[in-house]
């Protein structure tokens, strides 16, 4: 009886006795209920006592050391999994946004972590070992404003597991565009005699493809207007009469119209508005002198060869 040898855990085995079991008879060590977890313990020291069942009866204790191997049952975790940036849009290419970090609690091939970028690569790059994020190519603000970039952590494993972050990109407005006025400038009409503070039938605008600030505009006569016949509407660029307008004085006139954004550092434009003069019948005819004397020559019928000269070419003579 003494040489029959019993198997167990010591009796303040504590956890152990949930995640390992020995059979008294064998010594076999087999698995509890716990399910092993590497990431956890990767090893573990389980003692073994062997008791005879002599009188009184004599131990030893042994311990087995058992390591638990690595499987794929991490996916790679971003921290964090969202990420917002602004940049300007003339970020030089080749500037470093941000850098990307996912771990894997595995180990080996299994805890190696890479890196991809799943669109909008033509413009951002990703380093694929160190999570790098970089500008490929210029941005244009005005050809997109906001981007949404998707990145992807995976292990190199047989069976990879993946996990994604999301990038917000917004790209910032600089001044890189002037304002733009149809090329063939403007044409307008006005009578003369028009009323002061009268609108033309014409807003000389401008157009500018950048935002906010940067495309306000103000418009401003610069030149062709000697008489300052004319003023402007700073922020429409609507046309309004002065002082009325005399056909005879100045029939025609070319204002230089310039438009003038609110960025830093500021852009502007100008444009040509023809102007005409058109004529209204506010002049009486005119004799070139108070009183003439003639000698008038008759012809075979006794009619007069001459008449006396008047300064109108558009008149009815009446006698």
Known sequence: ANRRIVYSLPA??????????????TGLVTLGHSRLDRELSEVHRI?????????????????VLLTVMDVNDNPPVFEPSSLDFSLSEDTP???????????????????AVRYRLMDNDALFSVDAVHGTLSLKSRLDYERQSLYY???????????????????TVRVLDENDNSPVFPAEGFNV??????????????????????????????????SGDPDGLFNISEATG?????????????????LTVSARDHGRPQRSASTAVRVLVLDENDCRPQFDRREYTFVLPLDESGNATQQPYLVSSELIYEH
Not at 93 to 111: F, P
Not at 155 to 165: F, G, H, I, M, N
């Open 47 to 63: 003692p073994v006592v062997a008791r005879d069942s002599g009188q009184p009866p004599r131990s030893s204790t042994h311990a």
């Open 93 to 111: 290419v080749n500037y470093r946004i941000a850098q990307l970090r996912a771990t894997s609690r595995d180990a080996g091939l299994n805890g």
């Open 149 to 167: 970039l998707t990145v992807t952590a995976f292990d190199l494993s047989a069976s990879p597991l993946v996990s994604t972050a999301v990038v």
């Open 238 to 254: 609507q046309l309004f009469v002065r002082v009325p307008p005399d056909r005879e004085t100045r029939d025609r006139l070319t």
């Open 189 to 222: 009409t006005v009578k003369e005699n028009t009323k002061a503070g009268s609108p033309l039938s014409l807003a000389v605008v401008a157009t500018d493809a950048d935002s906010g600030e940067n495309s306000r505009l103000a418009y401003r006569i610069e």
């Open 12 to 25: 303040e085995s504590g956890p152990l006795s949930d995640r390992f079991r020995v059979d008294p008879q």
